[in-house]
């Protein structure tokens, strides 16, 4: 177990529900720990096992809810 932590932007989402079906796609993904979606700020914190899923994975994750996501930087 290798707990990380990656930022997502994420373009598209328009309102709670949006923002609701990114977090429950997130919570679904096997690694997933936790998951912190904004809608306002138009992102999403993951912590997860990255033995167990990929940033990649989630990216695709988000693009199959219907979001265009890319990786934010990190600080
Ligand atoms: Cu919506």
Redesign the pocket.
Known sequence: MNLVSATFHIDG???????A?VTRALEATPGVINVAVSLDDKYAIVQYDDAQTTSSTLIAVIENAGFDVRMSETS
């Not at 989402?13 to 923002?19: D, H, K, L, S, V």
């Open positions: 989402m328009t309102c709670q529900g949006c923002a079906s």
